[in-house]
């Protein structure tokens, strides 16, 4: 999924580091539908758990992921501003 943007992400420093394939990958995730259900909750395990390993562990409020999720799945949020969220929301 991270090859999905490589443009973007040569381009952008804001896409660069770990939380560029995180936010490819929940992006993705919620805006393909990937999985038969859960896409949401799996999309946030997976990039909850990518920043985890990267060093870059993630506290985010519930409500906050849910705002998140649907301004993806409405197209109102890109992945730069899924990367951004993501560095908002890190825990360090």
Known sequence: MADRHTFERERDPVLRGGRFPAATFLHTALLLRPFTDYNLVIGWACTSQYMHVSGQPLQAKDDDLYDLAQ????????????????????SE
């Open 71 to 90: 301004a993806i799945r409405a197209q109102g949020a890109d992945l730069r501003a899924v990367a951004q969220r993501l560095e908002s929301w890190r």
